[in-house]
């Protein structure tokens, strides 16, 4: 089968079966990486299929109360990634990937370090978790000594600083913040190291602290963000401010928090509310 055929599917895909966009696009790449490395036929224009409508949903946020429910619900060390996620308004993958030295103590930051679009930025150490967090890297560093101890290969390092400095992996300041408890092989490099938390035990904890505290919303990791710039604009911070603190590109991304407010707009009172007396029967 050649472009016809492949137009047809994934037009089949958005006409007909309705899926989502990013289920279509990762068809349109299955078949592109099928035919090029596996069947190892030249590549065909494809363009002009029907493509699927992308749906734009509103960020589920979790009120002060719930956050601060869902807080009690856990145990460290996933309340401490949770409450990081919250504090700073982290992505998933951006809290997993902190070493010791992205942590600033002294002027209360962290350093997101190739971030979103590799870009590097600043954001808040929320003061809760000064204590907790001094307590988790004097707990990290009994286990540090003990891999350089028996010998363990050191951290993984981003891009090629590995061949740049090759000592910098066993050094503590590029310790991961939140290391697995065990180590294991990378599929990479072939060596035996410590690696950060997966991301899926983070995940479980979180679906799991939802359902127990009762929280109704479909509350995911995310949703700690979505929660952070959500409720720093309903305590007055300018939009400008928390595009910063996200790492947003475009102020029209941060913008979608304003319609998840609880009195978005200019505080817009309901007709409702200023009707008075009983409602009568007809």
Known sequence: MGAPEIRAFLSHLATDVHVAASTQN????????????????????I???TPAKTQKSLPVVLNRQEV???????????????QLLYGGGLRLMECLRLRVKDIDFAYRHITIRDGKGNKD??????????????????????????DRGIGLEGVK???????????????????????????????????????HIHESLLQRAMKAAVVCSGITKPATCHTMRHSFATH????????RTVQELLGHHDVAT????????????????????????PRESP
């Open 47 to 49: 363009a002009g299929f």
């Open 121 to 146: 930025r600043i954001t808040i150490l929320p003061e809760s978790v000064v204590t907790p967090l001094k307590a988790k890297l004097s707990e990290n560093k009994k286990l540090f000594d003990s």
């Open 254 to 277: 941060t913008m979608i928090y304003t319609h998840v407010l609880n009195r978005p707009g200019l505080a817009v009172r309901s007709p409702a509310d200023a009707l008075v007396g």
């Open 68 to 82: 601060e429910i869902l807080h009690k619900t856990l145990e460290d060390p996933w309340k401490l990634m949770i």
């Open 157 to 195: 390092l981003p891009g090629a600083l590995d061949r740049k400095y090759p000592a910098a992996g066993k050094q503590w300041e590029w310790q991961w913040l939140f290391p697995a408890p065990e180590p294991s092989l990378d599929p990479r490099s072939g060596v035996i190291r410590r690696h």
């Open 26 to 45: 990762q068809a349109l790449n299955a078949l592109v990486f099928l035919y090029r490395y596996v069947l190892e036929l030249p590549a065909a224009s």
């Open 232 to 239: 720093l604009l309903e305590s007055g911070y300018d939009i």
